[in-house]
C-alpha cells in the first residue's frame, strides 16, 4: 500500500509540466474546460482488491483467520461531469474493474487434498457504477487539487452466485450485486489540449459478498459473519 502511495507522488509531480511547478504566472492551458456544463472522458488504472472478514466466533488467534493474498489487477472506463458551480462536480464513472485475489482457509490437514482445499483463487470482473461528488480548490495556474467521494454499485461478473456447487465441489460463491463508498483524492492537470488527472481512491464495501456453502457448519464458511470488498484504486482520467 506504502508503495502506491509513493508511486502516485512520484506521478503527479512528474506531471506537472516545469512551468508550471516554478512559474508563479504560468500561461493557463485550456482555460474554459471547467466552465461547461457537462464534461466528458476515459480512465485507465490499477486496482488492489482485498476482503475483510468478520467472524461469528472471535477465536482470539490470527493464525485461524481466513488469509487474502492480494494482486494488481486493471481498470478501464468512461466519465461523465456534471458541473454544480466553481468548487463541485457530480461525476458518474462506469468502468470494469479485473482483479484475481487468492484465499487461505484455516483449519485443512497437511496433504496434498488438504492443501488443495485449503486455498482458493478469486478472480473477478466487476463492472462498477460510482456516483461521486468531486470537490475542488480553486484552479492554481495549471493545476486544481480536490478530493472525492460517494456510494457505488458493482455487478460481479464471475460471482457464481446461482451455481449449486459450493466449495465442497471447488466453486467459490459471492453476490452478484454489492454496494461500497468510495473516498479518495487527485489533482487535475491542465494541459494544452486536455485536462489529465492522476488520483487515488479507496473502496469500502458495505454488504455482505459471500453466498455460504449448502452446509451450514462447512468448514470454509461456517464461521463468517460477513465478508466486505476493501480496495485500492489508481487512476489515469484524460478529459
Known sequence: MKRFFLLLGG?????????????????????????KLLNYGYFLGFNRYGFKFDYKQDKGNQNTD??????????????????????????????????????GFPGFVATEEGERDAITEVKSTYINFPIL?????????????????????????GSNEKSLDDNSSGTFRMNKWSYNYELGFGIDFY???????????????LTDEIVRDNDPNSQWTGNIESMKTRGLFINFTFE
Not at 144 to 150: C, Y
Not at 191 to 205: A, C, D, H, Q
Open 191 to 205: 494541459l494544452e489540449y486536455f485536462k489529465f488527472t492522476p488520483s487515488i481512491r479507496g473502496v469500502f464495501g
Open 66 to 103: 481466513i488469509q487474502v493474498l492480494e494482486s494488481t489487477g486493471f481498470n478501464v472506463g468512461l466519465i461523465g461531469e456534471l458541473r454544480l458551480n466553481e468548487f463541485l462536480d457530480v461525476r458518474f464513472e462506469p468502468g470494469l474493474y479485473y482483479n484475481a485475489r487468492t484465499l
Open 133 to 157: 461528488l468531486k470537490i475542488g480548490t480553486r484552479r492554481y495556474g495549471n493545476f486544481k487539487p480536490f478530493i472525492v467521494a460517494g456510494p457505488s454499485a458493482s455487478l460481479n461478473l
Open 11 to 35: 506521478i503527479l509531480f512528474l506531471s506537472l509540466p516545469a512551468n508550471a511547478q516554478f512559474n508563479p504566472n504560468p500561461v493557463l492551458n485550456i482555460e474554459n474546460k471547467d466552465k
